[in-house]
T-cell receptor, first 110, second 114 residues
């Protein structure tokens, strides 16, 4: 399974876009990119996932580079409630598990 | 739907005691998993199940047993608790495999082993 690299922490301003990078340079063709987040002491929450194309839903946008070696999660208008640890996960199709790394601790400041 | 429920929310055990952490889901999901999360760390997979009667080991299975007699329930048994098992335990479920479908997580069980 491919491994991911994320910055350990980042701050962003309330109301501004938050861009969270993830490097997955060893990703293979059948592996998806998943993003989950974990708000303090709660269970992780699904955000978005993609294979090749950029994806958008009501929570966020996922931008995957053409070579698929990196991706960016975009929270378009960060709120204080978006303060959480964000996990970028790469997993092959039909895999039976998700492997969580250290994630990025995001602090949204007023 | 209640989603994924876990009981108890908190538990304190003495070394050597055994107990069962309960997990139930009412979404008719085939896939269920148990993770543990140590302070400041990411989640690590303990055991998982792809359907009733089928279980498999994850990354850190030692000291834990699971069974899946029904689709709804996936209990995690600690055979002889050790201080190293002090952690927060999360149960998760999904309709299809976690790499192709959203996983839903329970609220967690906070376990302390003295």
């Amino acid at each position: 399974d491919a491994k991911t690299t994320q910055p350990p922490s980042m701050d962003c301003a309330e109301g501004r876009a938050a861009n969270l990078p993830c490097n997955h340079s060893t990703i293979s063709g059948n592996e998806y990119v998943y993003w989950y987040r974990q708000i303090h002491s709660q269970g992780p929450q699904y955000i978005i996932h993609g294979l090749k194309n950029n994806e958008t839903n009501e929570m966020a946008s996922l931008i995957i580079t053409e070579d698929r070696k990196s991706s960016t999660l975009i929270l378009p208008h960060a709120t204080l409630r978006d303060t959480a640890v964000y996990y970028c996960i790469v997993e092959k199709a039909a895999g039976n598990k998700l492997t969580f790394g250290g994630g990025t601790r995001v602090l949204v400041k007023p | 739907n209640a989603g994924v429920t876990q009981t108890p929310k908190f538990q304190v055990l003495k070394t050597g005691q055994s107990m069962t952490l309960q997990c139930a889901q009412d979404m008719n999901h085939e896939y269920m998993s148990w993770y543990r999360q140590d302070p400041g760390m990411g989640l690590r997979l303990i055991h998982y199940s792809v359907g009733a009667g089928i279980t498999d080991q994850g990354e850190v299975p030692n000291g834990y047993n699971v069974s899946r007699s029904t689709t709804e329930d996936f209990p995690l048994r600690l055979l002889s608790a050790a201080p190293s098992q002090t952690s927060v335990y999360f149960c998760a479920s999904s309709y299809a495999s976690p790499s192709t479908d959203t996983q839903y997580f329970g609220p967690g069980t906070r376990l302390t082993v003295l």
